[in-house]
Structure formats: C-alpha cells, structure tokens
C-alpha cells in the first residue's frame, strides 16, 4: 500500500512540477523577446527547462509504473479505457511540440559551454509551442481523472 500511494504521490508531484516548470519557462521565453540579449533571463529559462525535463520523465515513470506494474489496477485496464489512450496521445503531443525547444535549448547551452553566442531562435515560435504544451499538460489530469474513475470513452 505505501508503494502505490507514493507513486501516486510522486505522479502528481510530477504534474504540479511540469505546470509550475513550464509556466515559468514561457515567462522566460516572454523576457528573452523583450530584451534578447537578457543572459540571466536565458539562466532562468534553462533552470525552468531542466525542472520541465525531470517532471516529464518522473511523470512518465510513474505513470508507466502505475500502470503496467499492477499496483492498482491491471493492465488490461489501462489498454481498454478509451481515456487511457487519449491521456497517452496528448502526452505523445506534448513530446513531439517539445522536439524544436529541446532542441533549441540544447544548442543555447552548447553555445554557453564553449562561451558563444547562443544561435538565434523564433523565440515566437518557441513561446506558441511552450503555451501549447501547457494547455495540454492542464488537460491531461482531467482526462486522467476520468480514466482512473472507470470512464469509458469507446
């Protein structure tokens, strides 16, 4: 019993850390378009990544744990709720929106380890995938929610 309620813990852990992580990221993205040149607001903005990054493997982690380790319920469960499917392309959505700011941000602390100017990026465009991924991330729990409770979607 205690294992499940810490996983269950530690996935919601998961989820209040990527809305806090990736809320506080787009307000960094929003800095760095006032002021490019803003090197502390870029500091921030890697910070918030790197908590963005552990939360969405913590939350994967668990959520995998949750469902195939049959803690609580079966897998079988989870692989015939429609919800269950729905919760799982939304977090696939989320990754995929998350390829070009990974990327982007990879390239920025390349460019800063070897002391250079990080490479110009559409910080537009980075700000729209980062408010994206923040509503669907807000989404998610509900769908989750309806799921856990034995919703059934088909």
Do not use: Q
Not at 56 to 71: C, D, E, I, K, M
């Amino acid at each position: 019993m205690l294992l499940r309620a810490a996983l269950s813990a530690l996935h919601v852990l998961a989820v209040a850390l990527a809305l806090g992580s990736i809320f506080a990221r787009g307000l960094r993205l929003r800095e760095l378009r006032r002021d490019p040149s803003d090197s502390r607001a870029r500091e921030r903005l890697l910070r918030a990544d790197n908590v963005w990054g552990i939360s969405a493997l913590l939350f994967l982690a668990t959520g995998l744990a949750r469902a195939f380790g049959r803690l609580e319920k079966t897998p079988d469960f989870y692989l015939r709720n429609g919800f269950f499917w729905v919760k799982m392309s939304l977090f696939v959505l989320v990754l995929l929106l998350e390829i070009l700011p990974m990327v982007t941000f990879l390239r920025w602390r390349l460019a800063a380890a070897r002391s250079a100017a990080p490479a110009a990026a559409k910080l537009s465009t980075l700000i729209a995938l980062n408010d994206a991924e923040t509503a669907l991330v807000c989404v998610i729990p509900f769908v989750a929610a309806l799921m856990a409770r034995g919703a059934w979607l088909f």
